[in-house]
């Protein structure tokens, strides 16, 4: 352990849209924000190719290069971005403590979290493969639909966002096959039934994926295993999307945090607010329904506005 204890007015946790926009409006509210960058610096758009839905984009942006100029702008107000990765918190004081790397520790006025959530994959060598390549494989529907228009596509999952993402995709591609891996959906009845009475989408139950399939650039087709009869069918497909859940990373704050059953943190209605005072949430941590780049933005704003108004009323006291 570190024998010095550093003193920070704001520590923002997380490099994706909200940490960065929650550190432009920090950093421009002189409240000097903190920022740890966390395992994957620039967040989940990182793994993203091409952005073409946040405005301000005409022409599109890829993940990487958008979240450098995020970086830059938060950088420009002065922003003092780290390397870094935050292990523990003790949020039972006033004064809320941070370790970083498990030895450097940080005591904050004010602390906003926004660490994401990691989309579930399946894990399979072939599924890893043409998602580091950028050639077909995606856990988002919203972000990656619009590249597969008229084509076939193949979507694993059986929840709400599984059938959500394949409605989405029903109305851009030719046809979407649906891989459910037991004989009936974990979804709600009205969500079911919309993709059960939509015409291009095909529902295959008790049916898994044994391997991607590509030309060793992008996704050609779908190995598909009936678990009942082990019958092993190909499924010419361009894209594989993976809707299998997500879970967010918020482990560490589970002592002190009101969190929901899936690990979301339970922010208080219309704010950024936890149930800890000086602790604010932003981004897909919070966020099980919208999950995009966008208003990840939108509540890191929230965030760093909630953070001022609380700093500025500490203040009076
Ligand atoms: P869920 O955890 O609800 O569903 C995950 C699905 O993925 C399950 O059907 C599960 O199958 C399947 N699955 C998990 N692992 C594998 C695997 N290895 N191979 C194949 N299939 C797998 O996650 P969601 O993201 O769908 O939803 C999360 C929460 O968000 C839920 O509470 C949901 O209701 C909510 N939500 C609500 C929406 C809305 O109301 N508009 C929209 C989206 C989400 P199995 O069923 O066999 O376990």
């Keep these: ?20 926009t929650a550190a432009i409006y920090a950093a421009r509210a002189n409240m000097s924000p903190v920022l740890y960058q966390g395992m994957q610096p620039g ?4 793994t993203t190719n091409e952005v073409e839905n946040f405005p301000g984009y005409p022409e599109g942006i890829t993940g990487p290069d958008m979240m450098i100029q995020l970086q830059d702008q938060a950088k ?5 971005i780290r390397d870094g990765w935050v292990t523990k918190v003790d ?8 370790w970083v790397n498990e030895t ?6 004010i602390v906003i979290i926004s660490t994401g959530a990691s989309a579930k994959y399946l894990g399979l060598p072939s599924e890893q493969k043409y998602l580091q390549l950028g050639g077909g494989v995606s856990a988002c529907a919203v972000c990656d639909g619009f590249f597969y228009r008229n084509q076939e596509v193949v979507i ?30 974990r979804a709600s009845k009205i969500m079911t039934n919309r993709v059960k009475k939509t015409e291009n989408i095909e529902i295959l ?10 030309d060793g650039q992008v996704v050609t087709g779908v190995m598909v295993k009936n678990n009942q009869t082990n019958e092993l069918t190909e499924i010419p497909a361009t894209g594989f999307f993976v809707a299998i859940g997500h879970k967010p990373n918020t482990d560490i704050f589970k002592s002190f945090l009101d969190l929901d059953e899936t690990g979301y943190i339970i922010n208080k209605p219309g704010s950024s607010k936890t149930n800890i005072d ?4 932003s981004g897909d941590a919070a966020d099980h329904v919208y999950r995009q780049a966008i208003t990840a933005a939108g509540t890191g704003c929230m965030a760093a506005l909630d953070a001022e108004r609380y700093l500025a009323s500490k203040e009076e006291l």
């Design 1 to 20: 352990m570190s024998d010095t204890i550093e003193k920070v007015k704001c520590l923002i946790i997380g490099s994706g849209p909200a940490g960065y």
């Design 43 to 46: 967040g989940q758009l990182t």
């Design 156 to 185: 694993v999952g059986a929840g709400d966002s599984a059938c959500e993402e394949a409605h989405y995709l029903s109305k851009l591609c030719k046809k979407v096959t649906m891989l459910v891996r037991r004989d009936e959906f």
């Design 278 to 281: 000086g602790v604010f949430v």
């Design 205 to 214: 139950f008790n049916s898994e994926t044994e391997e991607v399939l590509g």
């Design 104 to 109: 450097q520790e940080i005591h904050a006025e």
């Design 76 to 80: 420009r107000f002065g922003t003092d």
């Design 91 to 98: 949020f039972s004081e006033s004064i809320h403590k941070i």
